[in-house]
Protein backbone atom coordinates (compact mmCIF):
# COMPACT_ATOMS: atom_id res chain seq x y z
CA UNK A 1 0.00 0.00 0.00
CA UNK A 2 1.39 3.21 -0.66
CA UNK A 3 0.09 7.05 -0.29
CA UNK A 4 1.66 10.57 0.25
CA UNK A 5 0.44 13.08 3.02
CA UNK A 6 1.28 16.77 3.12
CA UNK A 7 4.63 18.15 4.50
CA UNK A 8 6.78 20.39 3.65
CA UNK A 9 10.55 19.58 4.17
CA UNK A 10 10.27 22.47 6.78
CA UNK A 11 7.63 20.58 8.57
CA UNK A 12 9.52 17.76 9.28
CA UNK A 13 13.63 17.05 8.91
CA UNK A 14 13.71 13.44 9.07
CA UNK A 15 17.74 12.99 9.19
CA UNK A 16 17.21 15.37 12.36
CA UNK A 17 13.73 13.37 13.70
CA UNK A 18 15.50 9.84 13.21
CA UNK A 19 19.01 10.93 14.32
CA UNK A 20 18.31 12.63 17.92
CA UNK A 21 18.59 9.47 19.99
CA UNK A 22 14.51 9.08 20.63
CA UNK A 23 14.53 5.95 18.60
CA UNK A 24 16.37 3.12 16.61
CA UNK A 25 15.09 1.31 14.05
CA UNK A 26 14.89 3.87 11.07
CA UNK A 27 17.60 3.35 8.62
CA UNK A 28 18.27 6.08 5.66
CA UNK A 29 18.65 4.27 2.00
CA UNK A 30 20.68 4.83 -1.11
CA UNK A 31 17.92 6.63 -2.53
CA UNK A 32 17.43 9.00 0.36
CA UNK A 33 14.02 7.16 1.81
CA UNK A 34 14.22 5.83 4.83
CA UNK A 35 12.86 2.46 6.48
CA UNK A 36 12.00 1.57 9.49
CA UNK A 37 8.60 -0.56 11.67
CA UNK A 38 6.27 0.53 13.80
CA UNK A 39 2.60 -0.68 14.12
CA UNK A 40 3.47 -3.66 13.13
CA UNK A 41 4.26 -2.50 9.33
CA UNK A 42 7.37 -2.02 7.76
CA UNK A 43 6.77 1.62 6.49
CA UNK A 44 9.70 3.54 3.64
CA UNK A 45 9.65 7.19 3.69
CA UNK A 46 10.67 9.48 1.54
CA UNK A 47 9.84 13.48 0.87
CA UNK A 48 8.52 14.43 -2.37
CA UNK A 49 8.52 18.20 -3.07
CA UNK A 50 5.51 19.41 -0.09
CA UNK A 51 4.60 15.60 0.32
CA UNK A 52 5.63 13.04 2.38
CA UNK A 53 5.59 9.53 0.59
CA UNK A 54 5.32 6.45 2.26
CA UNK A 55 5.10 2.63 1.38
CA UNK A 56 3.38 0.06 3.82
CA UNK A 57 4.85 -3.45 3.96
CA UNK A 58 2.94 -6.23 6.17
CA UNK A 59 -0.05 -6.56 7.48
CA UNK A 60 -1.73 -2.95 7.49
CA UNK A 61 -4.92 -4.41 8.55
CA UNK A 62 -3.75 -5.07 11.72
CA UNK A 63 -2.18 -1.72 12.43
CA UNK A 64 -5.95 -0.29 11.39
CA UNK A 65 -7.92 -2.54 13.70
CA UNK A 66 -5.63 -2.79 16.66
CA UNK A 67 -5.52 1.21 17.12
CA UNK A 68 -7.97 2.14 19.19
CA UNK A 69 -7.52 5.77 18.63
CA UNK A 70 -7.39 5.42 14.53
CA UNK A 71 -10.66 7.16 14.98
CA UNK A 72 -10.11 10.21 17.02
CA UNK A 73 -6.67 10.28 14.75
CA UNK A 74 -8.92 10.65 12.02
CA UNK A 75 -11.24 13.49 13.20
CA UNK A 76 -8.36 15.59 13.69
CA UNK A 77 -6.68 15.02 10.89
CA UNK A 78 -9.94 15.53 8.43
CA UNK A 79 -9.80 18.57 10.15
CA UNK A 80 -6.32 19.50 9.37
CA UNK A 81 -6.50 19.14 6.04
CA UNK A 82 -9.86 21.07 5.73
CA UNK A 83 -11.45 17.58 4.07
CA UNK A 84 -14.92 17.58 4.12
CA UNK A 85 -16.57 14.77 5.73
CA UNK A 86 -17.43 11.55 4.18
CA UNK A 87 -19.55 8.54 4.69
CA UNK A 88 -16.79 6.58 4.32
CA UNK A 89 -12.99 6.17 4.72
CA UNK A 90 -10.99 3.73 2.86
CA UNK A 91 -7.53 2.47 3.86
CA UNK A 92 -5.44 4.70 1.98
CA UNK A 93 -6.72 7.71 4.52
CA UNK A 94 -6.47 5.39 7.64
CA UNK A 95 -2.78 4.81 6.90
CA UNK A 96 -2.09 8.93 5.97
CA UNK A 97 -3.79 9.28 9.61
CA UNK A 98 -1.70 6.57 11.50
CA UNK A 99 2.11 8.23 9.74
CA UNK A 100 0.38 12.20 10.65
CA UNK A 101 -0.60 10.72 14.03
CA UNK A 102 2.91 9.03 14.33
CA UNK A 103 4.78 12.27 13.58
CA UNK A 104 2.82 14.10 15.88
CA UNK A 105 1.60 16.76 12.55
CA UNK A 106 -1.06 17.60 14.97
CA UNK A 107 1.31 19.50 16.72
CA UNK A 108 2.00 23.11 15.24
CA UNK A 109 6.18 22.79 15.36
CA UNK A 110 6.16 26.66 14.06
CA UNK A 111 4.70 27.57 16.94
CA UNK A 112 6.26 26.25 19.01
CA UNK A 113 9.89 27.07 17.60
CA UNK A 114 8.55 30.50 17.63
CA UNK A 115 8.11 30.47 21.46
CA UNK A 116 10.99 28.63 22.74
CA UNK A 117 13.28 31.02 20.49
CA UNK A 118 11.87 33.46 22.20
CA UNK A 119 12.41 32.59 25.53
CA UNK A 120 15.87 31.39 24.80
CA UNK A 121 18.49 33.10 22.39
CA UNK A 122 20.66 29.51 22.77
CA UNK A 123 17.36 28.00 21.09
CA UNK A 124 16.78 30.49 18.67
CA UNK A 125 20.43 30.16 17.36
CA UNK A 126 20.16 25.94 17.03
CA UNK A 127 16.52 26.59 15.26
CA UNK A 128 17.58 27.30 11.91
CA UNK A 129 19.96 24.46 10.99
CA UNK A 130 17.85 21.86 13.14
CA UNK A 131 14.76 22.94 12.57
CA UNK A 132 11.57 20.21 12.00
CA UNK A 133 12.58 17.88 14.62
CA UNK A 134 9.12 15.81 15.32
CA UNK A 135 8.69 13.68 18.67
CA UNK A 136 7.83 10.50 17.36
CA UNK A 137 4.82 8.96 18.81
CA UNK A 138 5.63 5.62 19.96
CA UNK A 139 4.77 2.05 21.62
CA UNK A 140 5.74 2.38 25.41
CA UNK A 141 5.89 -1.05 25.62
CA UNK A 142 8.80 -1.18 22.87
CA UNK A 143 10.31 2.72 24.37
CA UNK A 144 11.11 0.61 27.34
CA UNK A 145 12.98 -2.22 26.44
CA UNK A 146 14.01 0.01 23.80
CA UNK A 147 15.91 2.41 26.91
CA UNK A 148 16.95 -0.80 29.39
CA UNK A 149 19.62 -1.57 26.76
CA UNK A 150 20.83 1.67 25.85
CA UNK A 151 22.45 2.82 29.29
CA UNK A 152 26.14 3.34 29.12
CA UNK A 153 26.93 2.38 25.69
CA UNK A 154 26.75 3.60 21.79
CA UNK A 155 23.86 3.88 19.81
CA UNK A 156 25.29 1.62 17.39
CA UNK A 157 25.17 -1.10 20.43
CA UNK A 158 22.20 -0.31 21.11
CA UNK A 159 20.48 0.02 17.28
CA UNK A 160 22.21 -3.97 17.25
CA UNK A 161 20.81 -4.83 20.62
CA UNK A 162 16.98 -3.45 19.75
CA UNK A 163 17.16 -5.49 16.12
CA UNK A 164 18.65 -8.43 17.84
CA UNK A 165 15.71 -8.67 20.58
CA UNK A 166 13.19 -8.27 17.48
CA UNK A 167 15.07 -10.77 15.30
CA UNK A 168 14.91 -13.30 18.32
CA UNK A 169 11.63 -13.35 19.33
CA UNK A 170 9.59 -10.75 17.16
CA UNK A 171 7.44 -12.10 14.55
CA UNK A 172 8.30 -11.53 10.90
CA UNK A 173 6.45 -8.52 9.58
CA UNK A 174 8.42 -8.92 5.82
CA UNK A 175 11.31 -8.89 3.09
CA UNK A 176 11.91 -5.22 1.89
CA UNK A 177 15.33 -5.07 -0.50
CA UNK A 178 16.15 -8.43 0.70
CA UNK A 179 15.96 -7.45 4.25
CA UNK A 180 13.99 -9.33 6.83
CA UNK A 181 12.03 -6.89 9.42
CA UNK A 182 10.64 -7.78 12.37
CA UNK A 183 7.95 -6.82 15.05
CA UNK A 184 8.76 -5.71 18.52
CA UNK A 185 7.94 -8.97 20.62
CA UNK A 186 5.51 -9.01 22.94
CA UNK A 187 6.31 -8.84 26.88
CA UNK A 188 5.30 -12.18 27.41
CA UNK A 189 8.35 -13.74 24.82
CA UNK A 190 10.66 -11.29 27.00
CA UNK A 191 9.44 -13.07 30.55
CA UNK A 192 10.62 -15.93 29.38
CA UNK A 193 12.89 -18.01 31.52
CA UNK A 194 14.85 -19.20 28.26
CA UNK A 195 15.32 -15.32 27.27
CA UNK A 196 18.33 -14.74 30.25
CA UNK A 197 20.94 -17.01 28.74
CA UNK A 198 19.92 -16.31 24.61
CA UNK A 199 20.71 -12.73 25.36
CA UNK A 200 23.98 -13.32 27.38
CA UNK A 201 25.25 -15.11 24.44
CA UNK A 202 24.35 -12.46 22.14
CA UNK A 203 26.04 -9.78 24.61
CA UNK A 204 23.79 -7.96 26.19
CA UNK A 205 25.78 -8.23 29.48
CA UNK A 206 23.93 -6.81 32.55
CA UNK A 207 20.77 -5.23 30.55
CA UNK A 208 19.99 -9.07 30.01
CA UNK A 209 19.16 -9.47 33.38
CA UNK A 210 17.45 -6.39 33.58
CA UNK A 211 15.00 -6.96 30.57
CA UNK A 212 14.21 -10.52 31.76
CA UNK A 213 13.41 -9.13 35.33
CA UNK A 214 11.92 -6.44 34.33
CA UNK A 215 9.63 -8.19 31.78
CA UNK A 216 8.52 -10.95 34.49
CA UNK A 217 7.42 -7.70 36.87
CA UNK A 218 5.49 -6.48 34.11
CA UNK A 219 3.50 -9.61 33.62
CA UNK A 220 2.77 -9.98 37.54
CA UNK A 221 1.55 -6.47 37.27
CA UNK A 222 -0.82 -7.19 34.42
CA UNK A 223 1.25 -7.52 31.70
CA UNK A 224 -0.28 -5.43 28.46
CA UNK A 225 -2.72 -3.99 30.93
CA UNK A 226 -0.42 -2.30 33.21
CA UNK A 227 1.31 -0.64 30.17
CA UNK A 228 -2.25 0.89 29.56
CA UNK A 229 -2.51 1.73 33.01
CA UNK A 230 0.57 3.71 32.70
CA UNK A 231 -1.17 6.50 29.78
CA UNK A 232 -3.45 7.28 32.17
CA UNK A 233 -1.50 8.22 34.86
CA UNK A 234 0.09 11.87 35.66
CA UNK A 235 3.81 12.51 34.67
CA UNK A 236 5.21 11.96 37.95
CA UNK A 237 2.96 8.78 39.08
CA UNK A 238 4.02 7.42 35.38
CA UNK A 239 8.00 8.31 36.76
CA UNK A 240 7.72 6.45 39.69
CA UNK A 241 5.79 3.50 38.55
CA UNK A 242 8.65 3.18 36.00
CA UNK A 243 11.24 3.04 38.88
CA UNK A 244 10.29 0.56 40.75
CA UNK A 245 11.24 -1.94 37.88
CA UNK A 246 14.81 -3.34 37.74
CA UNK A 247 17.36 -1.55 35.82
CA UNK A 248 15.17 1.95 35.52
CA UNK A 249 16.86 4.93 36.72
CA UNK A 250 15.68 9.06 36.74
CA UNK A 251 16.79 8.89 33.52
CA UNK A 252 15.61 5.65 31.91
CA UNK A 253 12.63 6.58 33.27
CA UNK A 254 12.24 10.22 31.56
CA UNK A 255 13.35 8.65 28.44
CA UNK A 256 10.37 6.36 28.32
CA UNK A 257 7.99 9.44 29.75
CA UNK A 258 9.12 11.44 26.87
CA UNK A 259 9.11 9.29 24.11
CA UNK A 260 6.26 6.57 25.05
CA UNK A 261 4.14 8.13 27.18
CA UNK A 262 3.80 11.64 25.66
CA UNK A 263 4.75 13.38 28.80
CA UNK A 264 6.36 15.76 26.65
CA UNK A 265 7.67 17.78 29.98
CA UNK A 266 9.83 14.84 30.87
CA UNK A 267 13.66 16.00 31.17
CA UNK A 268 16.08 13.11 30.90
CA UNK A 269 19.34 14.54 31.98
CA UNK A 270 22.78 12.00 30.64
CA UNK A 271 26.24 13.89 29.63
CA UNK A 272 25.25 15.94 27.14
CA UNK A 273 21.92 17.42 28.82
CA UNK A 274 24.13 18.28 32.11
CA UNK A 275 26.80 19.90 29.95
CA UNK A 276 24.08 21.70 27.83
CA UNK A 277 22.44 22.69 31.15
CA UNK A 278 25.89 24.37 32.67
CA UNK A 279 25.20 27.15 30.11
CA UNK A 280 21.85 27.82 31.75
CA UNK A 281 22.75 27.13 35.38
CA UNK A 282 26.25 28.60 35.88
CA UNK A 283 26.34 27.37 39.59
CA UNK A 284 26.44 24.20 37.91
CA UNK A 285 29.30 24.52 35.65
CA UNK A 286 31.89 23.24 38.60
CA UNK A 287 29.91 20.07 39.34
CA UNK A 288 31.25 16.96 37.78
CA UNK A 289 28.59 14.78 38.53
CA UNK A 290 24.37 14.86 38.62
CA UNK A 291 22.94 14.18 41.76
CA UNK A 292 19.23 13.32 42.28
CA UNK A 293 18.90 17.33 43.61
CA UNK A 294 20.83 18.30 40.31
CA UNK A 295 18.74 16.09 38.67
CA UNK A 296 15.63 17.74 39.57
CA UNK A 297 17.55 21.35 39.44
CA UNK A 298 17.99 20.96 35.35
CA UNK A 299 14.57 19.56 34.85
CA UNK A 300 12.76 22.27 36.77
CA UNK A 301 14.76 24.98 34.86
CA UNK A 302 13.85 23.64 31.19
CA UNK A 303 10.31 22.87 32.30
CA UNK A 304 10.50 26.79 33.75
CA UNK A 305 11.84 28.28 30.71
CA UNK A 306 9.77 25.98 27.99
CA UNK A 307 6.88 25.08 29.70
CA UNK A 308 4.76 22.13 28.81
CA UNK A 309 7.19 20.85 25.88
CA UNK A 310 10.39 20.99 27.76
CA UNK A 311 11.27 17.54 27.07
CA UNK A 312 10.58 18.37 23.03
CA UNK A 313 13.05 21.64 22.84
CA UNK A 314 15.55 19.99 24.97
CA UNK A 315 16.06 17.32 22.35
CA UNK A 316 16.46 20.03 19.05
CA UNK A 317 19.41 21.65 21.99
CA UNK A 318 20.74 17.60 23.30
CA UNK A 319 20.69 16.42 19.22
CA UNK A 320 22.35 19.89 18.07
CA UNK A 321 25.47 18.67 20.73
CA UNK A 322 25.79 15.13 19.26
CA UNK A 323 29.20 14.77 17.53
CA UNK A 324 27.02 13.11 14.78
CA UNK A 325 25.20 16.29 13.50
CA UNK A 326 28.15 18.44 14.42
CA UNK A 327 29.65 16.68 11.36
CA UNK A 328 26.78 16.35 9.11
CA UNK A 329 24.27 19.55 9.81
CA UNK A 330 26.59 21.55 6.91
CA UNK A 331 25.88 18.83 4.33
CA UNK A 332 22.06 18.40 4.92
CA UNK A 333 20.59 15.34 2.93
CA UNK A 334 16.79 16.50 3.29
CA UNK A 335 15.35 17.99 0.11
CA UNK A 336 15.79 22.09 0.66
CA UNK A 337 16.35 24.02 3.75
CA UNK A 338 13.15 25.61 5.68
CA UNK A 339 11.78 28.73 3.84
CA UNK A 340 12.62 31.25 6.91
CA UNK A 341 11.61 34.22 7.46
CA UNK A 342 14.12 37.27 7.20
CA UNK A 343 13.45 38.56 10.64
CA UNK A 344 12.58 35.72 12.89
CA UNK A 345 14.20 33.07 10.92
CA UNK A 346 11.99 30.44 12.35
CA UNK A 347 9.92 27.83 10.19
CA UNK A 348 6.10 27.63 10.30
CA UNK A 349 3.99 25.60 8.09
CA UNK A 350 1.52 26.84 5.97
CA UNK A 351 -0.36 23.61 7.03
CA UNK A 352 0.04 23.41 10.19
CA UNK A 353 0.49 27.19 11.52
CA UNK A 354 -2.65 28.80 13.55
CA UNK A 355 -3.61 32.43 12.25
CA UNK A 356 -1.95 34.28 15.23
CA UNK A 357 1.66 32.66 14.65
CA UNK A 358 1.17 33.72 10.77
CA UNK A 359 0.60 36.82 11.52
CA UNK A 360 3.35 37.09 13.84
CA UNK A 361 5.43 35.91 11.16
CA UNK A 362 4.60 38.70 8.93
CA UNK A 363 4.87 41.27 11.18
Not at 182 to 204: G, I, R, T, W
Not at 223 to 242: H, N, P, R, V
Given at each position: ?8 P?CL ?11 Y ?15 H ?9 D ?29 A ?13 L ?10 M ?13 C?P ?9 Y ?41 I ?71 L?G ?84 V ?17 K??A ?6 I???
Open positions: MEGKIKCRDQLRITFNCGQCRWNIQPDGSWIGVFHCVWTVKHENYLCYKVNGNYKRALTENTNLKDILLKYVKMNMPERKYVGDNMLDCLLWDYFRFEDLGEHYIRWSKDNFREKADKFGLRMLKQDPEEILFTFICSSNTTIKRITGMVEKLCSLYGDKSEVNGNSYYDFPDVSKLANSSVLKELQLAKFGYRAAYIVNSASKIMEMGGKDWFKKLTSLTYEEAKSEMMKPIGEKVADCICLMGLNHLSAIPVDTHVFQISKQYIPELIHKRTVNNCIYKRIGDHFRNLFGHHAGWAHVVLFCADLKIHKRTNNNSEMRKPRNNKKSKIVVSYFTKEVLSMKS
